[in-house]
């Protein structure tokens, strides 16, 4: 017999623990994409970051939600549909877009989620599929002439829900082996997580932190994944206790960089919980009024149009010009993975987006010798 989802469960946890805050009302939003750097022309420092969710390449909801049902019988097809989607949407093909992007802004240090090594190998079907993505990705960026190193890597969790079948998760922080010094990196599970939700199916989440000295200066660095699989109204709390625990983990640790997939919007109560604790939103610093949104594409990649909706994905920052408020924060940040020419072609010929979700990637500037 399947496992029951343990949603319902954790919803007492959570609104035990939390009350749910409606996200504010802001002013009218537009999808303007140009954008001016907000500094002068004096002597300046930058640290430029990336946050990039890899995308696992297919609906892995769907598939959970097919093995947690009773029926047997929609188990196979799931996965077999599953397994022809992340063919099509070709792994190998986005990550040499994603480092033919990562070349030109050259961030120092690009936090990664979605971080996927999938294996299926089903003989009387006559399927077999295995991808790792990590060592695929570097190779694309070695192809560049960029020469990025793996800082930290953390799995968060490996689901075998039939034999024969695995995909892990993980999320890792990447660097730029010319200008960056790692000090310490280690990885974090939440301590808050859905946990079982089918056979074989065991979802944690975590963070990874690094501390790094880059061009000289001692910053740190976060780069995380909360979860996205559930009913909104735990979501929600989920995700403010997955923060707030992150965070608490930094204590007053600045410089601070914060980046990655939140599954959380502008205004939710994990957003709120960033802002506490004194970071900045440097996409709604420097691109005010501008929706900015990151996810999500159609499962398959193959929309033409992008398809994204909200907001998610963030850089946050600490201690880097902002000390004296957002209005104070200066540089750029923009988006790749969110207009038609971003798009690529499979192995197939098909044109498909390089992720369901744009990546960000953020210069920040400050003056030189100051670090506020």
């Known amino acids: 017999?399947?496992?029951?989802?343990?949603?319902?469960?954790?919803?007492?946890?959570?609104?035990?623990?939390?009350?749910?805050?409606?996200?504010?009302?802001?002013?009218?939003?537009?999808?303007?994409?140009?954008?001016e750097l907000r500094?002068?022309?004096?002597?300046?420092?930058?640290?430029?970051?990336?946050?990039?969710?890899?995308?696992?390449?297919?609906?892995?909801?769907?598939?959970?939600?097919?093995?947690?049902?009773?029926?047997?019988?929609?188990?196979i097809p799931a996965l077999l549909d599953a397994v022809a989607t992340i063919e099509r949407t070709d792994f190998a093909v986005r990550a040499a877009a994603i480092a033919d992007e990562i070349g030109p802004t050259h961030p120092a240090v690009v936090g990664l989620q979605e971080v996927s090594t999938i294996g299926v190998d089903i003989?009387?079907?006559?399927?077999?599929?295995?991808?790792?993505?990590?060592?695929?990705?570097?190779?694309?960026?070695?192809?560049?002439?960029?020469?990025?190193?793996?800082?930290?890597?953390?799995?968060?969790?490996?689901?075998?829900?039939?034999?024969?079948?695995s995909l892990t998760d993980a999320e890792a922080i990447l660097v730029d082996a010319s200008r960056v010094q790692v000090l310490s990196a280690a990885g974090h599970t939440f301590a808050a997580n859905l946990g079982v939700v089918a056979p074989g199916v065991d979802l944690q989440r975590g963070w990874v932190t690094m501390e790094a000295?880059?061009?000289?200066?001692?910053?740190?660095?976060?780069?995380?994944?909360?979860?996205g699989t559930g009913p909104d109204e735990l979501l929600l709390q989920l995700h403010a206790l997955q923060v707030g625990e992150m965070v608490a983990s930094l204590?007053?640790?600045?410089?601070?960089?914060?980046?990655?997939?939140?599954?959380?919007?502008?205004?939710?109560?994990?957003?709120?919980?960033m802002?506490?604790?004194?970071?900045?939103?440097?996409?709604?610093?420097?691109?005010?009024?501008?929706?900015?949104?990151?996810?999500?594409?159609?499962?398959?990649?193959?929309?033409?149009n992008p398809q994204l909706h909200e907001r998610i994905d963030y850089v946050w920052t600490r201690g880097l010009g902002n000390a004296r408020?957002?209005?104070?924060?200066?540089?750029?940040?923009?988006?790749?993975?969110?207009?038609?020419?971003?798009?690529?072609?499979?192995?197939?010929?098909?044109?498909i987006w390089p992720s369901d979700h744009a990546a960000v990637t953020a210069s920040i500037l400050f003056p030189r010798g100051r670090r506020i």
């Not at 996200?23 to 994409?33: I, K, M, Q, R």
């Not at 604790?277 to 499962?299: E, I, M, S």
């Open 1 to 35: 017999m399947k496992s029951p989802l343990r949603y319902f469960a954790v919803l007492v946890v959570l609104f035990g623990q939390a009350c749910t805050d409606e996200a504010p009302t802001g002013p009218a939003l537009s999808d303007e994409a140009g954008l």
């Open 123 to 165: 003989p009387p079907l006559g399927v077999s599929l295995h991808v790792d993505f990590l060592p695929i990705l570097l190779d694309a960026l070695t192809a560049e002439g960029l020469n990025y190193v793996v800082a930290i890597e953390h799995e968060n969790f490996t689901a075998s829900p039939a034999p024969g079948i």
């Open 39 to 75: 500094h002068g022309r004096g002597e300046s420092d930058a640290i430029t970051v990336m946050t990039q969710n890899l995308y696992v390449g297919a609906d892995v909801d769907a598939v959970i939600t097919a093995l947690a049902t009773p029926d047997p019988n929609d188990d």
């Open 275 to 304: 802002v506490d604790a004194g970071f900045t939103d440097v996409w709604g610093a420097l691109r005010p009024g501008v929706r900015g949104y990151t996810c999500c594409q159609a499962a398959d990649l193959s929309n033409h």
């Open 325 to 351: 408020g957002p209005r104070s924060l200066q540089g750029r940040v923009d988006l790749f993975g969110n207009v038609p020419s971003d798009r690529i072609r499979n192995s197939a010929g098909e044109w």
């Open 251 to 273: 204590g007053t640790a600045s410089p601070a960089v914060v980046i990655g997939d939140f599954n959380a919007q502008p205004g939710s109560p994990a957003y709120q919980v």
């Open 213 to 227: 000295v880059v061009d000289g200066t001692p910053y740190t660095f976060v780069s995380l994944h909360t979860e």
